[in-house]
């Protein structure tokens, strides 16, 4: 379920959480989540301890691809 936060400065999924480090995928692009709660795209290499967890890239759909020609998707 997609919601506002209580205090209104963030819209969440209620059903998506973020996945532990173990299970992050080696040098690909992903989301990952910082020690001071922030996410960046970026890539693990597996030794760093600045990443509290990780997310998969969200997929772009059809009918936003349609209104840029040529989008390079990374589905």
Same mark, same amino acid.
């Given at each position: 379920?997609i919601?506002?936060? #209580?205090?209104k #400065?963030a *819209?969440v $999924?209620?059903?998506?959480?973020w996945q532990p480090?173990s299970t992050?995928?080696l040098?690909?692009?992903v989301?990952l989540?910082?020690? %001071?709660? *922030?996410a *960046?795209? %970026?890539?693990? $290499? %597996?030794?760093s301890?600045?990443w509290? %967890?990780? #997310?998969?890239?969200?997929? =772009?759909p059809?009918? =936003?691809?349609?209104?840029v020609?040529? *989008?390079?998707?990374v $589905?």
């Amino acid at each position: 379920m997609i919601r506002e936060t #209580a205090d209104k #400065a963030a *819209v969440v $999924d209620t059903e998506y959480y973020w996945q532990p480090m173990s299970t992050c995928p080696l040098s690909r692009k992903v989301q990952l989540l910082t020690t %001071g709660m *922030v996410a *960046v795209y %970026g890539q693990y $290499d %597996g030794k760093s301890k600045s990443w509290l %967890g990780w #997310a998969p890239l969200p997929r =772009i759909p059809e009918e =936003i691809k349609r209104e840029v020609p040529n *989008v390079r998707s990374v $589905d």
